[in-house]
Nanobody, 127 residues
Framework: EVQLQASGGGLVQAGGYLKLSCAAS????????IGWFRQAPGKEREGLSS????????YYADSVKGRFAIFSDITKRAVYLQMNSLKPEDTAVYYC????????????????????WGQGTEVTVSS
């Protein structure tokens, strides 16, 4: 059974940082795409960043480019999202998601691309 466990959320002041973790189990951790999404109250789920195990390629939405960084640790079967220069508009529930099938790049930030989802971790950025 594939399981994703997201953690690391919390309350932080604007300009601060957090590192989210996504622990994965139940699938071979050598062929996957894992993405981070967020959903703020009253808003649609937004794709933020993804990483592909095939070649280590990383992808970022414009809203987080230059502030967030995604990376993986194969030994820990985990993917991380380092979030810097946080803004109040980053406040949301953050989810990690995974797929083990080939991803068309134009769909990499679409929720429907991913088959497995973690439970979410809440991030609140105060002004």
């Amino acid at each position: 059974e594939v399981q994703l466990q997201a953690s690391g959320g919390g309350l932080v002041q604007a300009g601060g940082y957090l590192k989210l973790s996504c622990a994965a189990s139940g699938f071979t951790f050598d062929e996957y795409v894992i993405g981070w999404f967020r959903q703020a109250p009253g808003k649609e789920r937004e794709g933020l960043s993804s990483i592909s195990s095939t070649d280590g390629s990383t992808y970022y939405a414009d809203s987080v480019k230059g502030r967030f960084a995604i990376f993986s640790d194969i030994t820990k079967r985990a993917v991380y999202l380092q979030m810097n220069s946080l803004k109040p508009e980053d406040t949301a529930v953050y989810y990690c998601a995974a797929t083990t099938t080939r991803v068309i790049l134009t769909t990499i930030f679409q929720s429907t691309t991913y088959h497995y989802w973690g439970q979410g971790t809440e991030v609140t950025v105060s002004s």
